[in-house]
């Protein structure tokens, strides 16, 4: 009888193993990983871009490199898309190619992070 739950046990946790690691192919399989342009400074502006890059839903990592400026984002392009991170991060004060932050939110960084802006584009 012993050997029986043993067995049994045993095959329960080997399936709940398997089970498990289809479901983070599955999740792996629906993660997209982009890279863009953020301008910004310092170590302070790598802690908001990346933490304003979060808020957006299902972003799963965010990493931004200070000396190339260049985001790198893992995200769920079901949930969500770079047109959106985009805006979060631009919310926050800080510009990419396509999204420009607010005069006055730019303005409100601290000024180590205020970065020589792109000019604005002409509509």
């Known amino acids: ?3 029986i739950k043993l067995v049994f046990s045993l095959s329960l946790f080997l399936l709940m193993g398997t089970f498990a690691s289809a479901q983070d192919a ?3 399989s629906n993660t ?3 890279t863009f342009k953020v301008y910004g400074n310092c170590g302070m502006c790598k802690s908001t871009i990346e933490k304003a890059a979060q808020k957006e839903s299902s972003v799963t990592t965010a990493n931004w ?3 190339s ?3 790198t984002v893992s995200y769920n392009p079901d949930k969500t898309n770079t047109k959106k991170i985009k805006q979060q991060i631009a919310n926050a004060g800080y510009d990419s190619e396509t ?3 607010k005069d006055e939110v730019y303005s409100s960084l601290h000024f180590c992070c205020q970065y020589d802006r792109p000019a604005k584009k002409e509509k």
């Open 1 to 3: 009888m012993k050997s």
């Open 65 to 67: 490199d200070v000396k």
């Open 26 to 28: 599955t999740s792996a």
């Open 69 to 71: 400026k260049v985001l």
């Open 99 to 101: 999204h420009r932050a």
């Open 32 to 34: 997209k990983t982009e």
